[in-house]
């Protein structure tokens, strides 16, 4: 079936669904986003794209920008990074404290607030202006440079983000953040404030798609090596608790945000990525999985 008509279908299959689950509220500007936004995009890599719903309108990427922090943090210092984050998928939800304690500090993966904490320390340490690099990677890949923080957004997170407060705190005690916890965590509450649509956000993982190179392009961002590991992480630790069930139902690498954002990867095929506000008990979109499990049912392809 033509990609196409597998969206259409895929539109007209969940019209009429009511999405189950909540849209996050712990982020208070995020409660006030309409439940019943829905788009989906898809780029594949013959530059082709094809798209339905509420897919040229940004929304908080949320933890979808930890992905790119961490191929940010990969390319510029290289495997000295996995001396300060593990690569086992964790089993416990997100903003989880557990499992910290007797692993000494070091986040099981880059993917859990703990681990996204280490590579932010990791990208302030790293860069003067740690806010202006993240950004302008992103521009890199996606060629537009209206993309940015949601100053709103950081700022709520900021006002309620008691866990993540505590997270911080807790690993600098074991000494795996170098730098001052407000920097690190003014950084981190920023780049989940990215906003991006669908469009942008599959045009930007094309590279993860494309053994780390834009289409018609010859500038390498990231190595195959790098690529293979950075999908790897996806598929193992990219929906925290629920990466098992995202695996048997969809069977693709992907990363999900509590803002209701879903990417996904099928690696030398396409990239494509999904919206729909309210949220699983897990922290995932409840209507995004469905939509990408019935994706890889009618093309007929996953991963696996
Ligand atoms: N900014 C959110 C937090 O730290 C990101 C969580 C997520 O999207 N899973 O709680």
């Known amino acids: 079936m033509e990609y196409q008509t597998v969206l259409n279908q895929i539109q007209q299959e969940f019209s009429k669904v009511q999405p189950s689950g909540k849209v996050a509220s712990y982020i208070p500007e995020l409660a006030k986003v309409p439940p019943s936004k829905f788009g ?19 929304f908080s990427i949320q933890s979808i920008s930890k992905v790119f922090t961490l191929s940010l943090a990969m390319k510029m210092v290289g495997d000295d990074l996995w001396n300060r984050v593990g690569v086992e ?26 681990g996204a904490l280490v590579v932010a320390d990791v990208l302030v340490s790293y860069f003067t202006n740690p806010k202006a690099a993240l950004l302008a990677f992103l521009h890199e890949i996606t060629g ?14 900021k006002a309620e983000g008691y866990r993540n407060f505590a997270l911080v705190n807790y690993l600098k005690s074991f000494g795996n953040i170098e730098n001052n916890v407000e920097d690190v965590l003014d950084f981190y509450f920023h780049q989940c404030s990215i906003s991006m649509s669908c469009r ?29 590991r950075m ?17 048997f139902e969809v069977g693709l690498p992907g990363k999900s945000g509590v803002g209701g954002g879903i990417v996904a990867v099928n690696p030398n ?14 922290g995932n979109s409840a209507l ?10 009618l093309t007929g392809y996953s991963i696996f």
């Open 40 to 58: 989906m995009h898809m780029y594949d890599i013959d530059g082709n794209n094809y798209h339905f719903g509420d897919s040229f309108e940004r």
């Open 89 to 114: 998928p964790s089993g416990d939800p997100f903003n989880s404290l557990s499992q910290l304690e007797n692993d000494s500090g070091i986040p099981r993966n880059p993917y859990i607030n703990a």
């Open 144 to 157: 537009d440079t209206s993309i940015g923080f949601n100053e709103t957004v950081a700022a709520s997170e």
């Open 200 to 228: 942008e956000l599959a045009q930007a993982f094309i590279i993860y798609a494309n053994h780390g190179t834009l289409l018609n392009s010859e500038r390498e961002f990231l190595t195959g090596r790098q690529v293979k």
């Open 231 to 247: 999908n790897a992480l996806m598929q193992t630790c990219g929906f925290y608790d629920e990466a098992g069930e995202f695996s």
């Open 269 to 282: 095929h396409y990239a494509v990525a999904v919206w729909s506000p309210p949220l699983n008990p897990k």
């Open 288 to 297: 995004g999985m469905a939509a990408l499990e019935r994706l890889t049912t």
